[in-house]
């Protein structure tokens, strides 16, 4: 089974049903005679950057825009994702979970953010880019009143 047909339908299912865990979709796509391991669903669902709402999963930008709004879907992000929070001059660096650097950071970047100017996320650290040290604080501080 070739890898975009395989994420092409998990994009159909998540746009036609609510899936709210890995276990609902991978029982789906085994409906459609796709069995997949649950490293590579997770790495599929990493790479196609879904988000997981209160609503199931979806895609990043689809839950910015559909009721959750930039901030919605940014503050959902931050209390799934974020383990913890530093800054080394004019960078944020945003430790998370293994494999979900990259919604964080598609996240932050849909977001309506001035203290931050880009993101460059691995596997579990993103790296959030201010235009000064003072507006890395700034955006630490946001971050970390998102958390609370």
Known sequence: MKKNFRQGQ???????QPIHTQEELSLALKKL????TQVTLSRDMREIGLVKTPQGYREAQEAAVAGEGNTGALKHAVEEFVRDVQTAQNIVIIRTDSGSASPLAEALDNGDWPEIVGTLAGDNTVFAVAPNSKQALKAKERLLALLR
């Not at 998990?10 to 036609?16: D, K």
């Open 10 to 16: 998990i994009f159909n299912l998540i746009r036609s």
């Open 33 to 36: 005679g796709i069995d997949v």
